[in-house]
């Protein structure tokens, strides 16, 4: 995790669980209020998004199915990331290493 991010996530812990007022924050942190406000808010906005993209299960990281890592689903029915589908495995249909005269 980087110092950004650590500091957003301490930001907004204070403020939700400890209910802290943004001028405490700021003073703690030795940061201005409004950059303790505005990173707060941001932080907010963006997990709202997150927890709509869940809802509605778009614009979500989904685990890739055929690589296993994690890529940014556009829609509820991908699943294969952008990088695997380049690959051949995927273009001849076939999702294993079967043999190239299968599925041709
Ligand atoms: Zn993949």
């Known amino acids: ?3 950004f991010r650590h500091q957003t996530l ?3 812990y204070l403020r939700d669980q400890r209910r802290w007022s943004f001028a405490r924050i700021a ?5 201005q209020i409004y950059a303790v406000r505005s ?3 941001r932080h907010k906005i ?3 998004k997150a927890e709509a993209a ?3 299960g778009q614009d979500a990281r989904r685990m890739c199915l055929m690589c296993r890592k994690d890529f940014d689903s556009q829609w509820p029915g991908e699943r294969i990331c952008k990088s695997c589908k380049m ?3 995927y273009r001849s249909g076939s999702d294993f290493d079967t ?3 299968w599925g041709r």
Do not use: F, G, S, T
């Open 1 to 3: 995790m980087n110092q």
């Open 10 to 12: 301490r930001i907004a």
């Open 27 to 31: 003073k703690a942190m030795d940061m």
């Open 39 to 41: 990173r707060y808010h």
């Open 46 to 48: 963006q997990e709202e």
């Open 54 to 56: 869940v809802l509605v």
């Open 87 to 89: 690959k051949p495995a």
């Open 99 to 101: 043999p190239a005269v």
